[in-house]
């Protein structure tokens, strides 16, 4: 019998890593050391006091129970503690917290709640691809939001057109942002909530690296904004504040019908997050969080070694101020994927060509720091004895 694929699945953007993973496999056979500067998984381990937080809930037969689609009511208490603490922001447990299987699960199953078939998403580019591929999946169009250095990486709302606006429903937001490591501050949050107010769009922010900040100015959530829980909701996650992304544990929180609409989805679709993962999530945000400021100062450093070499080799590039990525723009000429392609084959160090993220990355590559810094050294000399 012949499997057809449905019509969405042929309609996913071409594999763009499919070229490089090739690559990949032939530079491994040739017996060359890889080292991968590419994915942006957390390198260190999960803190001891969550894991021993998981075994001790492991033997209470409560938990072996199908869990609440939103989450324990316990989870989401502590969810409201902490962004009380962090943000200053009030959430109330019971109706604007659900918990999610990662962040990435709500992002993707967000557009289900809000799109109706040719409703339009907007959508950062370069940005993560669940955005635009949700979209997609819901049956809307995806209208592109370049995000350009000479922006500061933040979108041009008045640049979007009349008749887009009058059929968009929501849009995505991320800052700190990935690929290009950009933040948001204040003014732009504030014009975001009056344009959401005036053009009746959701804002639907990504805020999954707020706590992978440098020299200590923290990301703001977009939920402190006044009115941004009026227009907005905000996904966050434990997996790169906590070193957690195998767990599968984060959630949505802000506009209470908006969350709820979220849930909905969610009753149809998955039964939650296994509790006892729920609880070493409580107790990650309750712990001690020193070990997440060292964790910081680890990025940091490792930061400052990748930027200094990028500085001396003449690349252009903002430093970061948050997340572990560096966004740096390609020598002269040459493609994301050339550069990334000559990198990879002449020094086995593996790099994230920038038109991954969109037609608007292309001409950048992405550095992850997801490696320490023996091997970070490694990989920045080799990328040296390139010449181009
Ligand atoms: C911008 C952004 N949002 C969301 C996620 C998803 O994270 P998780 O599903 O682990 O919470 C990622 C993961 O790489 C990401 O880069």
Avoid at 5 to 19: G, H, I, M, T
Avoid at 131 to 148: K, R
Avoid at 333 to 360: K, M, Y
Wanted: aromatic letters at 10%; charged letters at 20%; glycine letters at 10%.
């Amino acid at each position: 019998m012949m499997i057809e694929q449905a019509d969405r699945l042929k309609a996913l953007p071409p594999y763009l890593f499919a070229e490089l993973d090739r690559m990949k496999a032939e530079v491994a056979a040739k017996g060359i050391d890889i080292i991968s500067l590419g994915v942006g998984d957390p390198d260190l381990p999960t803190l001891p006091n969550i894991i021993d937080s998981l075994k001790k809930a492991v033997d209470n037969p409560a938990h072996h129970q199908y869990p609440s689609y939103e989450g324990m009511l316990s989870f989401r208490e502590e969810i409201a503690r902490w962004y009380k603490s962090r943000f200053g922001v009030n959430l109330d447990p019971a109706g604007e917290i659900v918990s999610l299987i990662g962040s990435k699960e709500g992002i993707a199953h967000a557009p289900l709640a809000f799109i109706n078939p040719g409703d339009v998403v907007l959508c950062p580019d370069p940005g993560y691809p669940v955005y635009s591929i949700g979209t997609m999946f819901a049956g809307g169009e995806t209208y592109v939001m370049p995000l350009v250095e000479e922006n500061l990486f933040l979108p041009d709302l008045s640049a979007i057109p009349a008749d887009i606006l009058d059929r968009a429903r929501i849009m995505f937001l991320n800052y700190p942002n990935n690929p290009t490591s950009a933040v948001a501050n204040m003014g732009f949050f504030e014009e975001v909530v009056a344009f959401a107010e005036k053009n009746n769009i959701l804002v639907c922010h990504d805020a999954a690296y707020t706590e992978v900040y440098y020299d200590g100015e923290l990301p703001l959530s977009f939920l402190e904004i006044p009115g941004a829980k009026e227009v907005g909701i905000e996904f966050h996650s434990l997996s790169k504040t906590y070193n957690m992304t195998g767990w599968r544990i984060g959630w949505v929180c802000g506009n209470e019908a908006a969350v709820g609409a979220i849930g909905k989805v969610k009753t149809n679709i998955d039964s939650g997050i296994f509790q006892v993962v729920q609880e070493a999530g409580i107790e990650a945000l309750q712990g001690d969080q020193q070990p997440v400021e060292d964790l910081r100062n680890i990025y940091q450093s490792r930061r400052d070694l990748a930027c200094d070499f990028l500085s001396k080799g003449g690349y252009s590039f903002m430093v970061p101020k948050a997340t572990f990525y560096i966004w740096v723009r390609t020598p002269e000429g040459l493609s994301s994927a050339q550069f990334a392609g000559r990198i990879l084959t002449e020094t086995g160090v593996v790099l994230t060509p920038g038109n991954g993220f969109g037609e608007h990355g292309e001409g950048y590559f992405r550095i992850s720091l997801t490696v320490n810094e023996e091997r970070l050294s490694e990989a920045l000399d080799r990328i040296g004895t390139v010449s181009w």
